[in-house]
């Protein structure tokens, strides 16, 4: 009975750290998101919303955090921050998000009456950037860092036998932007594929295995971006 006992006050002071544990993660959060959105409204002048704090990294004296956040002018937005916990480091993809946008919105309009439904993100190598220059250019951008490359993700309602006729219409669009290196991943999937893709997408924002693992449901090209062309065609 006595060890019971022992086990049972054991188990009640495990339980009340977790829960502490757990309430002390909880007002971090609450402290975290505030100070995020006080960071980005100093560095660009607008207001944004927090939707979601992520891991924390380090020790408890010299911990970072990342964050889920979005401009309220703009939902679509999607970008992450990270910074310490004093607000000293602080580092945003929000202008790498802004330039991937436009690319993914020229890109997009410039499959219109060839595919039936697409989703395109174009993700940056290089995401960090010291600007608060929200109207940057691509070109800018480059300048930046000239090295940078992205990686274009398309994921297509149909087949592969598409494939040519897209890639055309696509180095078309890019034939009329600074020139750009990367790489193009192609997926042709069924409707509810695009669709997956989309809505994953617009929930996290982020090129995660799981976003891989859904283009992977259908036929797959991938190609090399150099000099602003799709090569290998």
Not at 71 to 82: A, K, Y
Not at 177 to 183: E, L, R
Request: proline fraction near 1%; aromatic fraction near 8%.
């Amino acid at each position: 009975m006595k060890i019971k006992k022992i086990m049972l006050g054991i188990g009640v002071i495990c339980m009340s750290a977790i829960a502490g544990s757990i309430g002390a993660c909880g007002i971090d959060k609450q402290e975290w998101e505030k100070q995020t959105r006080e960071l980005l409204q100093e560095k660009y002048g607008e207001d944004f919303e927090i939707l979601s704090v992520g891991k924390s990294y380090g020790n408890m004296g010299n911990a970072t955090y990342t964050a889920l956040c979005r401009p309220m002018l703009d939902e679509d937005c999607l970008f992450l921050t990270e910074a310490d916990k004093d607000g000293e480091y602080f580092q945003d993809e929000y202008i790498s998000t802004l330039i991937s946008e436009k690319i993914e919105n020229a890109l997009d309009q410039g499959l219109e009456g060839v595919a039936d439904d697409c989703y395109i993100h174009v993700a940056p190598g290089s995401k960090y950037v010291d600007s608060a220059d929200t109207d940057m250019t691509l070109g800018e951008f480059l300048q930046m860092n000239p090295k940078n490359r992205f990686a274009v993700y398309a994921a297509v309602k149909g087949d592969s036998r598409q494939a040519e006729e897209i890639i055309n219409r696509l180095n078309h669009v890019l034939a009329g932007m600074d020139k750009i290196n990367g790489s193009l991943r192609l997926s042709f999937l069924d409707q509810d594929g695009v669709d997956a893709v989309r809505e994953r997408m617009e929930r996290q924002g982020v090129t995660d295995s799981g976003f891989m693992e859904l283009l992977s449901h259908g036929e797959e090209r991938t190609f090399d971006i150099r000099e602003g062309r799709i090569q290998g065609v």
